[in-house]
């Protein structure tokens, strides 16, 4: 069987317009891109003019940039035990799946949530109601959820991949439902997934809760904090804590290599004045074996 040919790419800005992520992923050499969609650290945003929507076409058209995910708002809580700050998530994240849609951008990538002291059981109810909400909205779309997977700090939802498998098990649609790996996340909620025992541990959960084919992108992060600190920081690939050798045993995984993965690690320069996005797909690159 052919090798694939594993995809790298990063988390862009949109500044100036969504069409010019895509023209930078090219000028550095990703096979994949992940963007947002409306401004992150808002509820409101003005909608997706003609002009913006045609301009990203073009640009994409012919780049070879593919797959282009999103990432959700980070004010989402779909876990939220508060009716009112509830509703408000699962408007914004129609919004935001619906502009997915026309832009034909999939997964949207969005955290699970955090039960604010309801309890776990409660949390992944809300969550599963919250996406059958979502989706109730949204019939017949092509643009899918991507829950992803969290360090496990305060309350949140979604470090364990039984707690993954019982919200898309609770979901009216689950074939609607897919998953997203944060290699920092993972490490910080406690798998150290350096050890070969660990790893197939961790894959042999994944599997059994959620699937393997479910898992749709891997944000490929190095952790600040040590294993099971439930730190969520981001490290430059090799310089944290999970180093090379631990994303060795990720990148030369068959059954993963399919998946792109997305760096999210802090931008910039080194001291030779090589972009960071960069350096890091470099890094990651030369980890895979031929």
């Known amino acids: 069987m052919p090798r694939v040919r594993q995809k790298f790419g990063a988390h862009l800005s949109v500044a100036g317009g969504l069409h010019r992520a895509v023209a930078e992923a090219r000028r550095l050499g990703c096979d994949c891109l992940q963007i947002f969609v409306k401004n992150q650290r808002q509820w409101n945003a003005p909608p997706l003019g003609d002009d913006a929507v045609r301009a990203f076409q073009a640009a994409r058209r012919g780049s070879g940039v593919n797959p282009i995910v999103a990432h959700a708002s980070y004010l989402l809580n779909l876990a939220s035990p508060r009716p009112a700050a509830r509703k408000r998530s ?103 997934w350096r050890k070969p025992g660990p790893y197939e541990a961790l894959l042999e959960s994944l599997a059994a809760h959620v699937g393997l084919k479910r898992i749709a992108c891997i944000h490929a992060n190095d952790s600040v904090g040590a294993c099971g ?44 004045g090589q972009d960071l996005d960069v350096v890091n797909m470099r890094r990651l690159r030369k980890l895979v074996l031929d």
């Open 90 to 192: 699962i408007a914004a994240l129609i919004d935001e799946l619906q502009r997915c849609e026309g832009l034909a951008v999939s997964p949207l990538i969005v955290h699970p949530g955090s039960h604010l002291g309801a309890g776990e059981e409660a949390g992944v109810r809300l969550i599963a109601a919250s996406l059958d909400h979502v989706h109730a909205a949204t019939t017949g779309f092509k643009s899918r959820i991507a829950l992803e997977t969290t360090a496990g700090q305060g309350t949140t939802i979604g470090h364990d991949p039984r707690q993954m498998g019982a919200i898309i098990e609770r979901t009216r649609d689950p074939h609607r439902v897919a998953v997203c790996l944060d290699t920092c996340h993972l490490f910080a909620a406690g798998y150290d």
């Open 229 to 272: 600190s439930r730190l969520d920081r981001h490290a430059p690939i090799g310089k944290g804590r999970i180093g090379r050798r631990g994303f060795a045993r990720l990148l030369n995984d068959a059954r993963l290599a399919a998946v792109p993965r997305i760096l999210e690690t802090p931008k910039g320069v080194d001291g030779r």
